[in-house]
């Protein structure tokens, strides 16, 4: 499966700042995605990250608020922006149908988990 | 869209007993279903998946079996281990030439009590 970098691993930030965090994959693949998991809760899809036109965002997430980059098909930064304290939550990055491999499994990365205060 | 119902919230067991956890989903299209195990602070591991032409899958402790036409899929885990207290997410996903969105059900926390 794919190895997923995702950076950073945590942050601590100001009410009002934003925060971007990073998504590299060591091989191209066709799917990125960006989860929230609250905490003691389950990962709700933000949005799908499309290579070369706007992400996908589910209801309840908004361009303005999480806006969403996919230059190449190996990288991708989602930023949360005005940021308050019910932003806090772990956010993780996730990949599926790589390229290469008939391969229908989603990785996850490590996860960044964002404190606002 | 999906919507994935996810059974119990909680569960112990001990330690050599079995573990059974089961999910429904609502999109007769979800045709892919993976199980993932999170330990504390770290990411979702995917422990077994299953797809819609197969009903049942084993990989040693853990299987996993669906039944599409009542929309609900199953985790059993035999032989329950103090490691494998976590929590676990079932979801479920459309897949056709690309790769739909996952849905994951609300999670149940595992404790297997030595």
């Known amino acids: 499966s794919a190895v997923i970098s995702q950076k950073p691993s945590r942050d601590i930030c100001q009410r009002g700042t934003s925060l971007t965090i990073q998504c590299q994959v060591d091989s191209q693949v066709t799917m990125m995605f960006w989860y929230r998991q609250q905490p003691g809760q389950s990962l709700t899809l933000i949005a799908t990250a499309n290579q070369g036109s706007e992400a996908t965002y589910e209801s309840g997430f908004v361009i303005d608020k999480f806006p969403i980059s996919r230059p190449n098909l190996t990288f991708s930064t989602l930023t949360v922006s005005n940021l308050s304290p019910e932003d806090s939550s772990i956010y993780l990055c996730s990949v599926g149908g790589e390229s290469s491999k008939a391969n229908y499994g989603y990785t996850f990365g490590s996860g960044t988990r964002l404190t606002v205060v | 869209g999906e919507n994935v119902e996810q059974h119990p919230s909680t569960l112990s067991v001990q330690e050599g007993d079995s573990a059974v956890i089961k999910c429904t989903y609502s999109?007769?299209?979800?045709?892919?279903f993976p199980w993932y195990k999170q330990e504390l602070g770290k990411r979702p591991q995917l422990i077994i998946d299953i797809r819609s032409n197969v009903g049942e899958k084993k990989d040693q402790r853990i299987a996993v079996t669906l039944n599409k036409t009542a929309k609900h899929f199953s985790l059993h885990i035999t032989e329950t281990q103090p490691e494998d207290s976590a929590v676990y997410f079932c979801?479920?996903?459309?897949?056709?030439?690309?790769?739909?969105?996952?849905?994951f059900g609300q999670g149940t926390i595992l404790t297997v009590h030595p």
């Open positions: 979801a479920a996903s459309p897949q056709g030439t690309s790769y739909g969105k996952l849905t």
């Open positions: 999109d007769s299209a979800s045709n892919y």
